[in-house]
Protein backbone atom coordinates (compact mmCIF):
# COMPACT_ATOMS: atom_id res chain seq x y z
CA UNK A 1 0.00 0.00 0.00
CA UNK A 2 1.81 3.01 -0.92
CA UNK A 3 1.82 6.86 1.08
CA UNK A 4 -1.51 8.36 1.66
CA UNK A 5 -1.90 11.84 -0.98
CA UNK A 6 -1.20 14.88 0.87
CA UNK A 7 -3.66 17.83 -0.46
CA UNK A 8 -2.18 20.56 1.34
CA UNK A 9 -0.71 23.30 -0.28
CA UNK A 10 3.61 23.37 -0.08
CA UNK A 11 4.09 26.73 0.92
CA UNK A 12 7.95 28.62 -0.19
CA UNK A 13 9.47 32.02 1.19
CA UNK A 14 7.40 33.52 -1.48
CA UNK A 15 4.38 33.02 -0.24
CA UNK A 16 5.76 33.52 3.58
CA UNK A 17 6.72 36.94 2.61
CA UNK A 18 3.41 38.02 1.44
CA UNK A 19 1.60 36.86 4.21
CA UNK A 20 0.39 39.56 6.95
CA UNK A 21 0.55 39.15 10.65
CA UNK A 22 3.25 36.78 12.36
CA UNK A 23 3.70 33.47 10.99
CA UNK A 24 6.65 30.85 10.94
CA UNK A 25 7.03 28.11 7.54
CA UNK A 26 8.08 24.63 8.90
CA UNK A 27 8.89 22.51 5.68
CA UNK A 28 6.29 23.93 3.59
CA UNK A 29 3.35 23.90 6.64
CA UNK A 30 2.48 27.52 7.91
CA UNK A 31 1.99 28.28 11.57
CA UNK A 32 0.33 31.30 12.34
CA UNK A 33 1.98 33.08 15.54
CA UNK A 34 -1.10 34.51 17.42
CA UNK A 35 -2.98 35.05 19.34
CA UNK A 36 -0.25 37.16 20.42
CA UNK A 37 2.24 36.45 23.62
CA UNK A 38 0.41 36.74 26.44
CA UNK A 39 2.46 39.48 29.25
CA UNK A 40 3.65 36.36 31.22
CA UNK A 41 5.63 35.19 28.06
CA UNK A 42 6.83 39.17 27.18
CA UNK A 43 8.25 39.30 30.99
CA UNK A 44 10.07 35.94 30.57
CA UNK A 45 11.16 37.01 27.50
CA UNK A 46 12.54 40.27 28.00
CA UNK A 47 13.97 39.16 31.32
CA UNK A 48 15.91 36.87 29.25
CA UNK A 49 16.96 39.37 26.58
CA UNK A 50 18.44 41.57 29.37
CA UNK A 51 20.48 38.53 30.77
CA UNK A 52 21.55 37.98 27.66
CA UNK A 53 22.57 41.70 26.54
CA UNK A 54 24.17 41.81 29.83
CA UNK A 55 26.30 38.94 29.89
CA UNK A 56 27.55 38.93 26.29
CA UNK A 57 28.61 42.67 26.73
CA UNK A 58 32.18 42.33 26.62
CA UNK A 59 31.72 39.74 23.87
CA UNK A 60 32.77 41.05 20.49
CA UNK A 61 31.58 38.00 18.59
CA UNK A 62 28.48 37.41 20.00
CA UNK A 63 24.72 38.98 20.61
CA UNK A 64 21.63 38.36 21.51
CA UNK A 65 18.54 38.77 19.55
CA UNK A 66 15.02 38.80 19.65
CA UNK A 67 12.38 37.34 16.88
CA UNK A 68 14.14 37.53 13.62
CA UNK A 69 13.28 35.47 10.83
CA UNK A 70 16.02 32.40 10.58
CA UNK A 71 15.60 31.21 6.83
CA UNK A 72 16.48 27.71 7.14
CA UNK A 73 15.71 26.62 3.44
CA UNK A 74 13.08 27.57 0.95
CA UNK A 75 9.97 26.48 2.89
CA UNK A 76 11.13 26.88 6.03
CA UNK A 77 11.55 30.29 7.93
CA UNK A 78 11.18 30.51 12.19
CA UNK A 79 11.05 33.05 14.44
CA UNK A 80 13.01 31.82 18.02
CA UNK A 81 11.57 33.79 21.06
CA UNK A 82 15.52 34.17 22.37
CA UNK A 83 18.68 33.35 20.47
CA UNK A 84 21.95 33.90 20.71
CA UNK A 85 24.07 33.95 17.19
CA UNK A 86 27.92 34.48 17.01
CA UNK A 87 29.76 36.03 13.96
CA UNK A 88 28.18 38.31 11.16
CA UNK A 89 24.82 38.68 11.00
CA UNK A 90 23.58 40.73 7.69
CA UNK A 91 20.47 40.50 5.48
CA UNK A 92 17.24 40.37 5.84
CA UNK A 93 16.95 36.82 7.43
CA UNK A 94 19.27 34.83 9.61
CA UNK A 95 20.37 31.98 6.94
CA UNK A 96 22.63 29.97 9.84
CA UNK A 97 22.00 28.14 13.44
CA UNK A 98 22.14 30.31 16.30
CA UNK A 99 24.08 28.86 19.44
CA UNK A 100 21.31 29.39 21.49
CA UNK A 101 17.87 29.44 21.12
CA UNK A 102 15.54 29.54 24.01
CA UNK A 103 11.79 29.04 23.22
CA UNK A 104 8.46 29.98 25.77
CA UNK A 105 6.01 27.69 25.89
CA UNK A 106 2.61 29.24 25.30
CA UNK A 107 -1.09 26.75 24.95
CA UNK A 108 -0.83 27.56 21.61
CA UNK A 109 3.08 26.57 20.87
CA UNK A 110 4.03 24.35 23.20
CA UNK A 111 3.53 20.94 20.87
CA UNK A 112 5.31 22.33 18.29
CA UNK A 113 8.16 23.98 20.41
CA UNK A 114 8.49 20.84 22.52
CA UNK A 115 8.47 18.38 19.03
CA UNK A 116 8.46 19.95 15.45
CA UNK A 117 11.27 22.38 16.65
CA UNK A 118 13.01 20.46 18.84
CA UNK A 119 13.90 17.86 16.27
CA UNK A 120 13.93 20.64 13.42
CA UNK A 121 16.76 23.08 15.86
CA UNK A 122 18.57 19.79 16.75
CA UNK A 123 18.89 18.54 12.59
CA UNK A 124 19.79 22.03 12.19
CA UNK A 125 23.08 22.19 14.38
CA UNK A 126 21.70 24.29 17.11
CA UNK A 127 24.24 24.30 20.16
CA UNK A 128 21.92 24.56 22.69
CA UNK A 129 17.76 24.73 23.02
CA UNK A 130 16.38 26.13 25.92
CA UNK A 131 12.71 25.27 26.82
CA UNK A 132 11.18 27.62 28.97
CA UNK A 133 7.70 26.97 30.91
CA UNK A 134 6.22 29.63 32.84
CA UNK A 135 3.80 27.87 33.95
CA UNK A 136 5.52 25.50 35.96
CA UNK A 137 9.05 27.97 35.96
CA UNK A 138 11.32 24.89 34.92
CA UNK A 139 13.22 25.43 31.81
CA UNK A 140 15.08 22.35 29.99
CA UNK A 141 17.98 22.85 28.60
CA UNK A 142 19.44 20.39 25.75
CA UNK A 143 22.93 20.52 24.64
CA UNK A 144 24.24 19.33 21.11
CA UNK A 145 27.07 16.70 21.64
CA UNK A 146 29.33 15.65 18.61
CA UNK A 147 27.01 12.77 17.83
CA UNK A 148 24.30 15.76 16.04
CA UNK A 149 21.79 14.51 19.41
CA UNK A 150 20.25 16.90 21.94
CA UNK A 151 21.25 15.70 25.55
CA UNK A 152 18.90 17.43 28.53
CA UNK A 153 21.44 19.07 30.41
CA UNK A 154 19.09 20.10 33.38
CA UNK A 155 15.60 21.20 34.47
CA UNK A 156 16.53 24.81 35.52
CA UNK A 157 14.61 26.83 38.26
CA UNK A 158 17.13 28.53 40.17
CA UNK A 159 20.35 27.16 38.87
CA UNK A 160 22.87 29.20 36.76
CA UNK A 161 24.09 27.36 33.75
CA UNK A 162 27.27 28.01 31.79
CA UNK A 163 27.18 28.43 27.72
CA UNK A 164 30.10 27.93 25.98
CA UNK A 165 29.99 30.04 22.99
CA UNK A 166 34.26 29.36 21.89
CA UNK A 167 35.32 32.72 22.73
CA UNK A 168 32.56 33.63 25.08
CA UNK A 169 31.39 31.99 28.46
CA UNK A 170 27.61 33.16 28.88
CA UNK A 171 26.95 32.55 32.89
CA UNK A 172 23.03 32.32 32.89
CA UNK A 173 20.70 32.77 36.35
CA UNK A 174 17.85 30.83 35.38
CA UNK A 175 16.45 32.17 38.85
CA UNK A 176 16.08 35.94 37.27
CA UNK A 177 13.48 34.95 34.45
CA UNK A 178 10.68 34.06 36.58
CA UNK A 179 10.23 36.74 39.32
Not at 59 to 87: K, M
Request: net charge negative; aromatic share 12%; hydrophobic share 40%.
Amino acid sequence: MGALQNNHPHYKLQDYELWEGRWELIEGIPYAMSPAPSIRHQSVSQRIALQLGNQLQNCQTCQALLPIDWRIAEDTVVQPDNLVVCGEVTGQYLTRAPEIIFEILSPSTASKDRNLKFELYEREGVKYYVIVDPETQVAKLYQRFADGRFVKQIDAEKQQFVFDLGECQLAFDFSLIWS
